[in-house]
């Protein structure tokens, strides 16, 4: 792991304003602050290409959020339920998962449409991280959702027609959704395992096999929150109780750490025309003996990002 690089952030929105030293895996990184909407569980940021626009949520407003980088501007569209993470539709609708279920949401007409609900029998959880997988479908897992955290969530396959499938069980908290650059290969991560899995993926069917661990984070490395996969095949990993992005490599190395501005950081994701913008949402925390509000921040990278799926769609990856 390289260390000793000097980290140089600028922002000033919401009390942020930072220069740290770190570890970090270049001579310099300049974070942006992009909002100044407090979010208590910022979550789930999704770049859309075709708008030229990023979606992310607040899980407890809750909201959805879009955000127009050109102009900084954020739109909140209110949600009757707490809202854990959301993908995009080939229709320009988005799929979002709610406490109630699983939804279809026009950002035009303000309209929800529900699709499934994969647990209506597990009260004592909530639907947490998901994404749009290289078959098209939604891939959402659950949570626990009290202290402390018993293996009550699962991990479930939602098709464009409504059929749920409940893939894994016996999670604390589902997390960390990502596919290899050719889709072949997925992520999954249990925040209170804490781990993360790997298993690989049949793009036609979206079959699992061969599960195996990638690899254990404790609580001063980052517990392993939402995730994101570059185009080198490196996994991203937020490290939600370490103030990190974690950079893991195909065979379970950590490759190494980016230092971030916020102490709770729950997800990152590629974004811009050329997928090198490294959007990253945060939670409300006081680890650092102060209130800091959820954010939302970004960062270029060097390597450029890989696309996520479109619910019903083909999948955009090197293997696609």
């Known amino acids: 792991m390289r260390t000793g690089f000097r980290l140089v952030v600028r922002g000033r929105t919401m009390g942020l304003s930072f220069e740290q030293e770190g570890s970090v895996p270049s001579s310099g990184v300049t974070f942006e602050v992009l909002t100044d909407v407090g979010l208590e569980i910022g979550e789930s940021p999704v770049w859309d290409a075709a708008r030229g626009v990023l979606w992310f949520v607040d899980t407890l407003s809750p909201a959805v959020f879009c955000l127009m980088p050109s102009t900084r501007g954020v739109r909140a569209y209110p949600m009757p339920a707490a809202v854990g993470s959301l993908g995009l539709a080939h229709d320009g609708r988005l799929v979002v998962a709610l406490r109630t279920g699983v939804h279809l949401f026009d950002p035009g007409s303000g309209t929800l449409a529900f699709l499934v609900h994969p647990e209506p029998d597990r009260g004592m959880n909530r639907l947490n991280d998901g994404k749009i997988g290289p078959d098209g479908c939604f891939w959402v897992g659950s949570m626990h959702d009290s202290l402390p955290r018993a293996p009550s969530g699962a991990l479930y396959r939602v098709t464009p027609a409504g059929d749920c499938t409940r893939i894994l069980d016996g999670i604390k908290v589902s997390n960390g959704l990502a596919w290899s650059p050719d889709g072949r290969t997925m992520y999954h991560a249990d925040s209170r395992g804490p781990f993360v899995r790997v298993f690989d993926f049949d793009v036609a069917s979206g079959g699992l096999a061969n599960a195996r661990l990638l690899l254990s984070l404790t609580e001063e490395q980052g517990l392993p929150d939402g995730a994101a996969v570059d185009r080198d095949g490196l996994y991203w990993s937020a490290g939600v109780t370490s103030g990190r992005i974690n950079r893991i490599a195909p065979d379970g190395r950590l490759v190494d750490s980016i230092v971030l501005p916020v102490s709770a950081p729950t997800m990152p994701c590629f974004g811009g025309a050329d997928m090198r913008t490294v959007y990253v949402t945060s939670l409300a925390s006081?680890?650092?003996?102060?209130?800091?509000?959820?954010?939302?921040?970004?960062?270029?990278?060097?390597?450029?990002?890989?696309?996520?799926?479109?619910?019903?769609?083909?999948?955009?990856?090197?293997?696609?």
């Open 286 to 320: 006081g680890r650092t003996g102060r209130h800091e509000a959820g954010t939302l921040i970004a960062f270029r990278s060097q390597v450029p990002g890989v696309p996520v799926g479109c619910f019903g769609g083909a999948w955009a990856g090197q293997g696609g």
